[in-house]
C-alpha cells in the first residue's frame, strides 16, 4: 500500500473506490477492536467472507504481514477446537484487563495520563466530536467514547464523507473533509494509535490481535505520509 497525497484541487470520480476502501478497512478494523469475535464471526474467518476478506488483504505488501498471521492464529485455535473461546480469550486477556501487565487498554486518555485512569481529556474531546458529527456509539456498546474501535468507526465515516465530495466534484466539501481527517488523526489516531499497536504486538500471544494491529499500523504509517507527517513505522 503506497502513501498517496489526497490532493485539495481537481479531485475526481476516480478518487471514490480508494476512499470507500479505505472506510471499509476502518469499519472493519473498528468492529474487529470493538467486541470480541462471535462464534458466526469465527465461521466466516475460516471459510466465508471474512476468510475472503483476510485472504485479499494478503495480497498486500503492507497489510499482507497482518492479514497472514490473523489466518494463522485462526487456524491453530481452530486445531486446538473452540477458535471462538480462545479468540474471546486473547480479547479479555489484552483489552478487558485479565492478562494483567500485558494487556493493552484500548483508551486514549489511558495512553496520554499519568495514570491508568479512563475518561480524560481524549475522551471529553472524542464526546465532543461525535456530537460535532451528530454521530453516536454503536447500539449496545458501552465503552468510554475514546476506545480505539469507536474512533476507527469515526474515521470510517470522514473517509465516507471525503468520497461523497470525490463523487460530486465539490471542491470546497473535498477541502473541508481531508482537513477535518488530518485534524482527528493527529489529535486521536496518530497520538496514540502506532503505541497502542506496538502494544498489541509485543503482548498478544496468540496472535490474531497482533496481525489486526499491523494492519492498522500500516494504515497509520500511510496516514502520516499523506498528510506530510513525520512516519513512526514499527
Not at 501487565?101 to 466530536?129: C, F, I, K, N
Amino acid at each position: 500500500m503506497e502513501a498517496k497525497d489526497l490532493p485539495h484541487e481537481g479531485i475526481t470520480i476516480a478518487m471514490t473506490p480508494a476512499l470507500r476502501e479505505r472506510s471499509r478497512l476502518y469499519g472493519w478494523l473498528a468492529r474487529l477492536f470493538l467486541a470480541e469475535p462471535t462464534q458466526s464471526d469465527v465461521l466466516s474467518y475460516r471459510s466465508g467472507e471474512g476468510r475472503r476478506v483476510l485472504e485479499a488483504l494478503q495480497d498486500d505488501p503492507a497489510l499482507g504481514p497482518g492479514a497472514a498471521a490473523m489466518g494463522q492464529s485462526l487456524d491453530r485455535a481452530a486445531a486446538r477446537g473452540q477458535p471462538a473461546v480462545a479468540l474471546a480469550g486473547a480479547y479479555g486477556r489484552l483489552f478487558h484487563g485479565f492478562g494483567g501487565r500485558r494487556s493493552v487498554p484500548p483508551y486514549q486518555s489511558v495512553h496520554e495520563g499519568d495514570s491508568a485512569a479512563t475518561h480524560g481529556a481524549a475522551w471529553r474531546r472524542m464526546r465532543a466530536l461525535l456530537d460535532e458529527l451528530g454521530l453516536a456509539k454503536p447500539d449496545g456498546v458501552s465503552e468510554p467514547e475514546d476506545h480505539i474501535g469507536i474512533q476507527l468507526a469515526v474515521m470510517a465515516h470522514l473517509c465516507d464523507g471525503a468520497a461523497r465530495a470525490a463523487e460530486d466534484g465539490d471542491g470546497a466539501a473535498w477541502t473541508r473533509a481531508i482537513e477535518r481527517q488530518r485534524r482527528f488523526l493527529a489529535d486521536h489516531l496518530l497520538a496514540w494509535g502506532p503505541d497502542f499497536c506496538a502494544a498489541c504486538i509485543a503482548n498478544d500471544e496468540d496472535g490474531f490481535y497482533a496481525g489486526a494491529a499491523r494492519i492498522l499500523a500500516a494504515l497509520l504509517v500511510d496516514e502520516q505520509g499523506s498528510a506530510g507527517m513525520p512516519v513512526r513505522p514499527l
